[in-house]
């Protein structure tokens, strides 16, 4: 069986790819939401139920489907979700209501909820520790690709055809993706086409007493009575409002506060995207940066959150800022800091969990960061025609603080024994 060389990276590379698809996925219905309401009769209140049944959805599938992966494998797991996410957004296409929308929205959103626990789980597996933020930020920049490439392909099938065609189109990238994915994805230990270089390579950057055996049972007890889990998800629900602000309501403040023309919309709306995915990419190499400088794994992890937190204070200049571009730079600058340090969040899933708790943990953790998130975006919602968005820039600028300070406290590193040579350290 012919070797691959560097196939870590294709297999990383492979879980960016269906990330896109996932986010392009969940983005038409913002980009065909006009459409679609004046063609079959939804007004705004049924259009917010429907983006309502997504995010609940979501942030309650993601530990299931966390659970799902660790429990049935990657390999397996993620195929399936990828099928079922697939087909609810083709069925989008086939109903003529605000419920039938809200119904495929939600199986949707519960079985989209499964990449990100499959992209941190797919970087556990088969990267060191030293090289493991690197491929989590590789794979997290299929979150912003996927946004920015939403708007063109949806207009596109729309003017084509319909906004059915739309969903179609979407859609049937995920069935690809699966089947791609079914054919091509091995575990490390399952894979023919790696060297027995790499696989060395892998194992021997790897932490040996998170390690598990077939024998090992995920348990939600276990994961949720440990002071880390808690510590990466208080601080993921302090951190994710910043994204949920920038995904659902950037459009809007550009216009009712920076004043921009549908075309001043289209020239920047996607730069917070595009400075996310530098984020993404950055946070691993920072941490390796510190890491390869004597600084243990965790406390280089810890240390690009805590820059990552100190860069997004100045989001929270937005609010008094008079030049639009400038407020759009802080914004974009914005999108930077939080991939960065969201990056590291989830890595530490990773870093911090045995190989059967991965997925679980990530999901876990999601599922507290997209309650934050939602529960910010309910206020913005409530208050927003009172006070403004100001002063939710202000609060976006230190909520990150915050959750470094949690970081910090809760996060307790394990002790490096002589037992445990292949700790990077």
Known sequence: ??????????????????????????????????????????????????????????TVGQPIMGFFIDTVGLRVGFAICAVIWGLATMGHALTGSWQGLAFMRAIMGFSEASAI???IKTAS??????????????????????????????????????????????????????????????????????????????????????????????????????????????????AEPAWGTINFWLPIFFVETLHFSLKEIAMFVWLPFLMADLGCLASGFVAKFFNDRGI??????????????????????????????????????GGFSHQLLSTVASTLGADLFKKNEVATAVGMAGACAWSG??????????????????????????????????LWTFIKERKITDEQPNIIH
Not at 138 to 157: H, K, R
Request: a positive charge.
């Open 296 to 333: 243990s794994l965790i406390n280089s992890r810890l240390i690009t959150f805590t820059i990552g937190a100190i860069i997004m204070m100045t989001i929270g200049l937005v609010s008094i800022v008079e030049n639009p571009y400038l407020a759009v730079f802080l914004i974009s600058l």
């Open 117 to 119: 626990p499959a992209g």
């Open 125 to 238: 597996a088969w990267f060191p520790a030293k090289e493991r933020g690197i491929a989590a930020g590789v794979f997290n920049m299929g979150t912003s690709f996927g946004a920015m490439l939403a708007p063109p392909l949806i207009a596109w099938c729309i003017l084509f055809h319909s906004w059915q065609f739309a969903f179609i189109v979407s859609g049937s990238f995920a069935l690809i993706a699966a089947a791609v994915w079914f054919i091509f994805y091995r575990d490390p230990k399952d894979s023919k086409h790696l060297s027995p270089e790499e696989r060395h390579y892998i194992e021997s950057g790897q932490e040996k007493y998170l390690d598990t055996t077939k024998k090992d049972k995920v348990s939600f007890k276990v994961i949720i009575t440990q002071r880390n889990f808690w510590g990466i998800a208080l601080t993921r629900f302090l």
């Open 373 to 406: 998130q939602l529960i910010f975006n309910l206020f913005i919602g409530a208050f927003v025609h009172i006070i403004g968005f100001g002063p939710f820039f202000v609060a976006l600028a230190f909520l990150d603080v915050i959750g470094a300070i949690i």
């Open 1 to 58: 069986m012919k070797k691959i060389k560097h196939l870590r990276w294709y297999m990383i590379l492979l879980v960016c790819s269906i990330t896109i698809i996932n986010y392009l996925d969940r983005t038409a219905l913002g980009v065909a939401a006009p459409t679609i309401m004046d063609s079959v009769g939804i007004n705004k209140e049924q259009y917010s139920w429907i983006v309502s049944a997504f995010q609940l959805a979501y």
